[in-house]
C-alpha cells in the first residue's frame, strides 16, 4: 500500500521559513515522480514543485522560484520542501504527491497517482 506522510506545516509570518517533509512508502522506489502541490480556499490545486528520481529534474511554480527548493532522500524514502520567504498568499493546505513509472517531472495533479492527507501553512501579515 501506497502511504504519503507530510508534516511540517504551522503558522508563520511573512518572510519566515518552513520546511515541509513527506515520508514515502510501499511502492518501488524507481522512475517515478513525486512533489509537492497546495490548494488555498476556494482555488483549484496547483503544482509547487517535483522532482523526477531518475535524473533529479525538478519542477517549480513560477510563484515559488527562488524562495522553494526541493530535495529528496532516496535512501531514507523522504522529500522535502524548503520554503523561505514565505508570503500570506502562500496559504495553503499543501500535499505530497508520487507518480509511479514516469521519467517525466508532471505539475498537473491530475497525472498524480497517489496523495497524502496534507499539512496546513498558514503565513500571517
Known amino acids: 500500500e501506497v502511504q504519503l506522510v507530510e508534516s511540517g506545516g504551522g503558522l508563520v509570518q511573512a518572510g519566515g521559513s518552513l520546511r515541509l517533509s513527506c515520508a514515502a512508502s510501499g511502492f518501488t522506489f524507481i522512475d517515478y515522480a513525486i512533489g509537492w502541490f497546495r490548494q488555498a480556499p476556494g482555488k483549484e490545486r496547483e503544482g509547487v514543485s517535483c522532482?523526477?528520481?531518475?535524473?533529479?529534474?525538478?519542477y517549480y511554480a513560477d510563484s515559488v522560484k527562488g524562495r522553494f527548493t526541493i530535495s529528496s532522500d532516496n535512501a531514507e524514502n523522504m522529500v522535502y520542501l524548503q520554503m523561505n520567504s514565505l508570503q500570506p498568499e502562500d496559504t495553503a493546505v499543501y500535499y505530497c504527491a508520487v507518480m509511479l513509472h514516469t521519467l517525466t517531472v508532471p505539475a498537473t495533479p491530475d497525472e498524480y497517482d497517489y496523495w497524502g492527507q496534507g499539512t496546513q501553512v498558514t503565513v500571517s501579515s
Open positions: 522532482i523526477s528520481s531518475s535524473d533529479g529534474t525538478t
